[in-house]
């Protein structure tokens, strides 16, 4: 069983001392720095100048600095920008600035697994990866909750890294609820095989896969809608609440029946053998290749996927059938 870490084992006063830098002030960024600086830690942001983020950052009160100004100013620095840019950001402005005995944290570990980023020996990493969007991790923190994280340290020169990576959840609000102890090579594979197989490649095919089926038999494509996308939250947010049984004792008997029935013929021992199939093309890290790969050549696939996607007619019902719902239009 996994070791869990609550506001008992961790000592936020680890960090009083140290300057905290956030490189990258997007959803998770502004999260972070935000979080930390409530929980009294002080706390500097790197964005770049004149971008949307910049001045969201001036907003909030901080006065963003170069990443090559943070990194000599900080003591603990949080690489938070997208996979795909942080080998850029880290070889331009972090390698030649950090030093001995800092600390170098991420919120996913792509580009240590995979060999993108290599950090010499003399200097910490570790890893506080909140299981959550941005808005949700600030919003829980201001409501005196927590977003669940994920804890790991791939190098600890100093023998504190650990000790900085709990401080650091702490000072996200991450402990208050519980922060469970990974290695850097168990989150980066469970992550992509659980993006790649259900929670976006997997769950997107079926939705569309489901609404083609039944318009192609002549149903209304706003009703397919409706069956086969729109109600998905509502299972989906009882699965988190309850669980898998607990949604099941919502739903009617009809439902259940046909869940219990029919999901095994949807799932079945086909789809297994390609998820087995995914997973070991993570582990091996022939995913991670295809993409890099696929960035250095200017994303010709990528590309070409987004554009087909947006032109499916599920979106364009989608489209029409959520204008129809006022409350999707909170922000």
């Known amino acids: 069983?996994?070791?869990?870490?609550?506001?008992?084992?961790?000592?936020?006063?680890?960090?009083?001392?140290?300057?905290i830098g956030i490189i990258g002030y997007g959803s998770q960024g502004r999260a972070h720095a935000l979080n930390l600086r409530d929980s009294g830690l002080k706390v500097?942001?790197?964005?770049?100048?004149?971008?949307?983020?910049?001045?969201?950052?001036?907003?909030?009160?901080?006065?963003?600095?170069?990443a090559e100004e943070l990194v000599k100013k900080a003591d603990v620095m949080m690489l938070l920008t997208q996979?795909?840019?942080?080998?850029a950001v880290y070889e331009s402005s972090i390698e030649p600035n950090i030093s001995e005995g800092k600390a170098l944290g991420f919120a996913h570990g792509f580009s240590i697994v995979y060999s993108q980023i290599k950090v010499p020996a003399s200097i910490d990493i570790f890893m506080v990866a909140p299981k959550g969007p941005g808005d949700l991790v600030r919003t829980?923190?201001?409501?005196?909750?927590g977003a669940p994280c994920l804890v790991a340290v791939e190098q600890n020169p100093t023998g504190n890294a650990l000790k900085i990576a709990l401080a650091y959840a702490k000072g996200l609000g991450g402990t208050r609820c519980?922060?469970?102890?990974?290695?850097?090579?168990?989150?980066?594979?469970?992550?992509?095989?659980?993006?790649?197989?259900?929670?976006?490649?997997?769950?997107t095919e079926l939705i569309k896969a489901s609404f083609e089926t039944l318009v192609e038999a002549?149903?209304?494509?706003?009703?397919?809608?409706?069956?086969?996308?729109?109600?998905?939250?509502?299972?989906?947010?009882?699965?988190?609440?309850?669980?898998?049984?607990?949604?099941?004792?919502?739903?009617?008997d009809t439902a259940e029946y046909g869940d219990m029935t029919r999901g095994p013929r949807i799932i079945n021992e086909s789809v297994r053998n390609e998820m087995k199939k995914i997973l070991k093309e993570v582990q091996e890290g022939k995913f991670a290749k295809e993409w890099i790969l696929e960035n250095r050549v200017g994303r010709p696939v990528f590309n070409s996927l987004a554009k087909r996607a947006e032109k499916h007619l599920i979106e364009e019902i989608g489209a029409k059938m959520r204008s129809m719902m006022p409350w999707l239009r909170k922000k």
């Not at 942001?45 to 909030?60: C, F, Q």
């Not at 996979?83 to 080998?87: E, F, K, L």
Request: proline share 3%.
């Open 1 to 19: 069983m996994a070791k869990i870490y609550y506001d008992s084992d961790a000592d936020l006063s680890f960090l009083k001392d140290k300057t």
């Open 44 to 66: 500097v942001v790197s964005e770049l100048k004149g971008t949307n983020n910049w001045a969201v950052a001036e907003k909030d009160g901080f006065k963003p600095l170069s």
């Open 83 to 87: 996979d795909n840019v942080q080998p």
């Open 140 to 145: 829980q923190f201001t409501e005196g909750k």
């Open 178 to 203: 519980g922060v469970v102890e990974t290695t850097f090579q168990e989150e980066t594979e469970t992550d992509l095989f659980g993006e790649q197989v259900v929670l976006c490649g997997g769950l």
């Open 218 to 252: 002549g149903y209304q494509p706003e009703i397919a809608y409706y069956e086969t996308c729109h109600e998905l939250k509502l299972i989906v947010d009882l699965i988190i609440e309850r669980g898998i049984q607990g949604m099941r004792k919502v739903i009617s």
